[in-house]
């Protein structure tokens, strides 16, 4: 057997010995290498070889005795096989394709066993595509936290919806059922790219694009846009506005003169049952409970204590709570989405508050619209988060170059062992039977 040429492929073996199969494999190993020559030699021409010449380099000194090549910094570039030398290193910051640290700031945070989940996104995030005005701004304000809460960011996507469809004219040789849905997907890749798509926004775009795809083509142009624009606007009456009013009549009879009601961070759904509680002239008392980095608490109680006359509110942060759950007669939190095993994923504080609420033997009730139902299920709240922004973080934080970092993750999952009932715009739900609100609603899926 002759060995293979450096500068050529392997010269032929004698016919008598190879069978086809190992022709075959001796074929695919040649074709290997010149993938790898090809892809080296690119590298090479490109110019962007220095990760790989400071790793050559480095693996050349360890084997000559040579000293490290230092990088533009200053500092000794150590080689892939070498352990971390700084905390920012276990800390996971993030690396280019050269094997340097990215630089960016809002990347490199958290732990490498964290980095999976969604990392805001700055406000100067790179516009891609043809995407329309009322999307720019509306990245713009879900990254920076000014639009806040499942309810209010999906109608605010929807309304910005409404503008584009209307602005929307549809090409020549297309129609619009089909080319709308494309020229929507870099509107709906331009938010996601702003914050991580919450599920009730996720479920509103798959029933809009149920909706264009079964537009009638013969319909003229701006009656089809007026049609979707029409269904757009009954979603959000008949998921949203509707829906939190039956559910306020439901929650509201849960709660009797004399309770002390606890609330944790804010939700808005429990916001309107406990001032239509106050309307109806029922004498109870509010503790509100708050955590960082938020601190969305605030917000309810200047609301709550805003209110002629006044609702009698306790203001707290999560670790008073031990001391204040022996005070509740019941507590109403929201959620951010339902989950077909019955867990509830909310606001990160949610669930050591059911938790503890649960033993002591106080009722957890969940107020929740059916459209944040997803059929996923939720076991922890590890597989999938968010983390809040930097600017939310307190003074006496750590700047996000130190060797310390800030994680601040905005949700949890509640387990359904800690929850009473879930309050829908179909009924009262134990959290054991979650998975029937799609035949509740008639339908085999929302």
Same mark, same amino acid.
Request: overall charge positive; charged content about 20%; proline content about 7%.
């Given at each position: ?124 995030? /790179?516009? %891609?595509?043809? $995407?329309?005005?009322?999307? #720019?701004? *509306?990245?713009? =304000? ?5 639009? !806040? ?57 798959? /029933?809009? %694009?149920?909706? $264009?795809?079964?537009?009638? #083509?013969? *319909?003229?142009? =701006? ?5 979707? !624009? ?50 109806l002239n029922k004498r109870f008392s509010v503790i509100v409970l708050d955590s960082r980095p938020l601190l969305?608490?605030?917000? *309810? ?36 989405s339902l989950h077909t095993n019955g867990s509830v994923y909310s606001r990160a504080g949610t669930a050591m ?10 009722p957890v009730m969940v107020c929740c619209e059916t459209y944040k139902f997803s059929e996923s299920i939720m ?68």
């Amino acid at each position: 057997m002759s060995e293979p040429s450096k500068d050529g492929p392997p010269t032929p073996l004698s016919s008598s010995q190879p069978s086809q199969k190992s022709m075959t494999k001796a074929e695919r190993r040649e074709l290997q290498e010149r993938q790898r020559a090809a892809k080296a030699a690119q590298k090479q021409q490109q110019g962007q070889g220095q990760g790989q010449a400071s790793s050559s380099a480095s693996s050349r000194s360890k084997a000559q005795g040579a000293p490290q090549k230092k990088s533009e910094s200053g500092r000794p570039r150590a080689s892939s096989s070498a352990a971390p030398t700084s905390s920012r290193d276990v800390g996971g910051a993030a690396r280019d394709g050269s094997g340097g640290i990215d630089s960016e700031g809002p990347k490199t945070r958290g732990l490498r066993i964290f980095s999976h989940f969604g990392l805001p996104k700055t406000s100067g995030h /790179q516009v %891609k595509g043809d $995407i329309h005005p009322a999307i #720019i701004r *509306l990245g713009l =304000q879900f990254s920076e936290f000014k639009i !806040c809460g499942a309810n209010a960011r999906c109608i605010a996507m929807l309304t910005a919806f409404k503008t584009v469809i209307q602005d929307y004219t549809t090409p020549a040789h297309n129609t619009l059922s089909r080319h709308l849905m494309t020229y929507l997907s870099p509107q709906i890749s331009h938010l996601v790219a702003a914050r991580p798509m919450s599920v009730t926004m996720g479920n509103a775009i798959r /029933q809009l %694009k149920l909706e $264009i795809s079964g537009s009638d #083509i013969d *319909l003229p142009e =701006q009656d089809a846009k007026d049609a979707l !624009c029409h269904i757009i606007d009954n979603y959000i009456r008949d998921r949203i506005i509707i829906a939190d009013e039956v559910i306020e009549d439901l929650a509201v009879k849960k709660i009797k003169d004399g309770d002390v009601v606890m609330t944790y961070a804010r939700s808005s759904l429990v916001e309107k049952i406990l001032i239509r509680a106050h309307a109806l002239n029922k004498r109870f008392s509010v503790i509100v409970l708050d955590s960082r980095p938020l601190l969305e608490g605030k917000t *309810l109680l200047r609301t709550l204590t805003s209110t002629t006359p006044p609702i009698s509110c306790t203001y707290a942060l999560l670790p008073a709570l031990p001391s204040l759950i022996k005070e509740v007669s019941v507590v109403l939190v929201g959620a951010h989405s339902l989950h077909t095993n019955g867990s509830v994923y909310s606001r990160a504080g949610t669930a050591m508050v059911a938790m503890l609420a649960k033993e002591h033997s106080v009722p957890v009730m969940v107020c929740c619209e059916t459209y944040k139902f997803s059929e996923s299920i939720m076991l922890d709240a590890f597989g999938k988060n968010e983390l809040a922004p930097l600017k939310f973080s307190p003074p006496e934080a750590p700047k996000p170059h130190s060797n310390l970092e800030v994680l601040d993750p905005l949700y949890d999952s509640t387990p359904p062992t800690c929850i009473t009932a879930v309050v829908t715009e179909v009924g009262l739900i134990p959290p054991t039977s979650i998975s029937s609100i799609p035949l509740a609603l008639g339908k085999t899926s929302l």
